[in-house]
């Protein structure tokens, strides 16, 4: 494919909805990745994906956040009961294969915004 | 657990100045990779470093891991306004894990 996308591309929702966050990586990656970056801030690492390997979940804030892989190829990541501190911008990347060793190529984000 | 940091947080540059960037790590790294987000994008890849010492130039950007593969740093001369934005490294442990860095944001002043 052309590269990484996700949608929606923004997303304002109230607090204590649930929200679903899509990722079509490239075509052939094996790796797929979830950061959060809130404004002006790093990125922070919630979860991995390595073929069909059992995710890397490390990161995730609390389980209200949840994600999967289907198919090897899209993710979905899920926020049940919404709240304002959720509000960020949600990245996806996916690389070849290999954690750490593959250039990840980013997606252009989920704008999440919580009344 | 691993820690990857980096100084300064905030670079403000005058246009045709030179700048440096580092990335420290508490933990000996595998590899590491330099990411640069424009204001309002995503990260894109730069460049990765893998081997102790190792040195590489991207036009007026000089890319460095340490001989320890414990620190790197981004030099970037006669800063231009297409520089503006932040610079992430991103580090891999010897367990395969990735951390990135809360970056350093440039601004360049024309």
């Known amino acids: 494919g052309a590269g990484v996308s996700q949608s929606p591309s923004n997303k304002v929702t109230e607090k204590g909805k649930d929200v679903e966050l899509r990722c079509d990586p490239i075509?052939?990656?094996?790796?797929l990745y979830w950061y959060r970056q809130s404004l002006g801030q790093g990125l922070e690492f919630l979860i991995y994906?390595?073929?069909?390997?059992?995710?890397?979940k490390s990161g995730l804030p609390s389980d209200r956040f949840s994600a999967e892989r289907t198919g090897g190829s899209v993710s979905t990541l899920t926020i049940q009961r919404t709240q304002q501190e959720d509000s960020a911008v949600y990245l996806c990347?996916?690389?070849?294969?290999?954690?750490?060793?593959?250039?990840?190529?980013f997606g252009p984000g989920t704008r999440l915004l919580v009344l | 657990g691993q820690q990857v940091m980096q100084i300064p947080q905030y670079q403000h540059v005058q246009e045709g100045e030179d700048f440096t960037t580092y990335c420290n790590s508490s933990t000996t790294l595998s590899n590491i990779q330099w990411y640069k987000q424009r204001p309002g994008g995503h990260p894109v890849f730069l460049i990765q470093l893998v081997k102790s010492g190792e040195v590489k130039k991207q036009k007026r950007l000089t890319f460095q891991f340490g001989e320890a593969k414990k620190n790197s740093s981004l030099h970037i001369t006669a800063t231009q306004t297409t520089d503006v934005g932040t610079y992430f490294c991103a580090g891999t442990d010897s367990w395969g894990k990735l951390q990135f860095g809360a970056g350093t944001q440039v601004v360049v002043t024309p």
């Open positions: 994906f390595q073929g069909n390997s059992a995710p890397d």
């Open positions: 075509s052939g990656h094996t790796a």
């Open positions: 990347a996916s690389s070849l294969g290999g954690r750490g060793l593959e250039t990840q190529y």
